[in-house]
């Protein structure tokens, strides 16, 4: 199980100055919508500056008709990033039509899609997409397995039964970690360490417990020790 660590700081400096506190470690680190849009693609370079062992994760979420899609996802791997996701809810012929277009690349990134997001409860999903969280997931982990992605974004308690239906070669990425039973913020369906290893979740994502903490170091350090 790998760790990735979630850049979402109120300013660059903050994100950066994380960056390197923890640039001795084999981490991954999540740009997300907040970053990107603030400090532009420059902060991969910037990471990658500082650690060039750094792999990064642009989580983007991409969502729109299949041929915008694409052209995003090849503009993403231009980047140079390692990993980069879709909304699975995008639809199959979406995913296919990316999987398609980075086949003519060398090297492209790693490709996940997210099912559901950690933030939702049983009730608010529901409203949405009119069936449990555990069965939809499923679905759309199967959706996007048969599209050629490389894996899904999940919460803990999904990863098991996603692996199960697909592969088990099939990489789940679970945000919502708490790893010591921290707070759970806005998030719904939070899992510690402990319950992602049962789960065989590949890559936990983790932002507020570390980044929140007074010693982000010894968190990391923590952590990394009970992988
Ligand atoms: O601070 P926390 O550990 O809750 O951060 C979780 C991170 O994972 C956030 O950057 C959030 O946008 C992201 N994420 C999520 N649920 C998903 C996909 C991404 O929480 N399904």
């Keep these: ?13 903050q994100n950066l100055n994380l960056a390197k506190k923890l640039k001795e470690y084999d981490i991954w680190l999540k740009i997300g919508f ?22 990064i994760f642009l989580d983007l979420k991409l969502h729109d008709i ?11 791997a231009s980047l140079g990033v390692d990993m980069f996701n879709v909304h699975a809810s995008s639809g199959k012929v ?4 990316v999987m398609q277009r980075l086949k ?22 529901y409203e949405i997409y009119h069936e449990d969280i555990q069965t939809k997931a499923i ?27 697909t592969d ?8 919502g970690i708490r ?3 921290e707070d759970k913020d806005d998030q719904k369906r939070v899992a510690t360490i402990d319950l992602a290893k049962k789960e065989l979740v590949d890559f936990i994502v983790v932002g507020r417990a570390i980044y929140n903490s007074n010693e982000p170091q010894k968190v990391v350090q923590k952590i990394i020790e009970s992988l």
């Design 168 to 175: 088990k070669n099939f990489i789940t990425l679970s945000p």
């Design 94 to 97: 979406a995913m296919q039509t």
């Design 1 to 13: 199980m790998k760790l990735c660590v979630a850049l979402d700081m109120a300013t660059k400096k």
């Design 34 to 55: 907040r970053s990107y849009i603030r400090d532009t693609n420059i902060i991969l370079q910037e990471l990658k500056n500082i650690n060039e062992n750094f792999k």
């Design 139 to 165: 679905k759309f982990a199967k959706d996007s397995y048969e599209s050629g992605l490389d894996g899904v974004v999940c919460s803990a308690y999904e990863s098991k039964a996603i692996k199960e239906n």
């Design 104 to 125: 003519q690349i060398k090297n492209p990134p790693l490709v996940l899609a997210v099912t559901a997001l950690t933030s939702f409860d049983q009730k608010g999903f």
């Design 179 to 181: 790893p010591f039973g």
């Design 66 to 76: 299949p041929n915008t899609m694409a052209d995003a996802a090849c503009e993403i």
